[in-house]
T-cell receptor, first 113, second 119 residues
């Protein structure tokens, strides 16, 4: 089954403790992205990657890092999480091309206390 | 810059009645437009997209959307709402011009509209 898998689904952590949210897709997609969803703000893009070793900032990159060492994986790293990073995070992937739709993971609900 | 506006936080409809969820967009070039639906505790699911051609686009679960270039709108519609349609709906845009200059496949989303269909 074609899917985007994120882990964990739920995470509660403390301020300053580094964490990684993993994302993996099995569709051989070139593009992968991370979004955060906050009430009333919709989804805002954090980082995206157009292919292996090619990443770039989205609209809200501050406080986040990503890497793309393999085509299928695109982990999101929070080096020093803060409470304002409490949010619902989604990973998405799509094939190359202007008109392709994105496939989304189930989401990771992160709480930073 | 590209942007999307969904002017209604919530739309209430009675089951069996037609529904419309509104979306307007702003891009510098020509748009690719998308609708996604999010059910509780789930990721976003693709419903339909406008690329080019016919302004009326048909998608999953009986939904359709009408692209109106002069009004820069892409409203989501369904002739007869079901209780199971109750969910959060997101409109998204991708600017063709921005894609060409290497901004990847960035989608810009609206704030979302919660659709409540009552029996």
């Amino acid at each position: 089954e074609a899917q985007v898998t994120q882990n964990p689904r739920y995470l509660i952590t403390v301020t300053g403790k580094k964490l990684t949210v993993t994302c993996s897709q099995n569709m051989n997609h070139e593009y992968m992205s991370w979004y955060r969803q906050d009430p009333g703000l919709g989804l805002r893009q954090i980082y995206y990657s157009m292919n292996v070793e090619v990443t770039d900032k989205g609209d809200v990159p501050e406080g986040y890092k990503v890497s793309r060492k393999e085509k299928r994986n695109f982990p999101l790293i929070l080096e020093s999480p803060s409470p304002n990073q409490t949010s619902l995070y989604f990973c998405a992937s799509s094939s190359a091309g202007q008109n392709t739709e994105a496939f989304f993971g189930q989401g990771t609900r992160l709480t930073v206390v | 810059a590209q942007s999307v506006a969904q002017p209604e936080d919530q739309v209430n409809v009675a089951e069996g009645n037609p529904l419309t969820v509104k979306c307007t967009y702003s891009v510098s070039g020509n748009p690719y437009l998308f609708w996604y639906v999010q059910y509780p505790n789930r990721g976003l699911q693709f419903l339909l997209k406008y690329i080019t051609g016919d302004n009326l686009v048909k998608g999953s679960y009986g939904f359709e959307a009408e692209f109106n270039k002069s009004q820069t709108s892409f409203h989501l519609k369904k002739p007869s709402a079901l209780v199971s349609d109750s969910a959060l709906y997101f409109c998204a845009v991708r600017d063709k011009a921005r894609y060409r200059i290497g901004a990847g496949n960035m989608l810009t989303f609206g704030g979302g509209t919660r659709l409540m269909v009552k029996p």
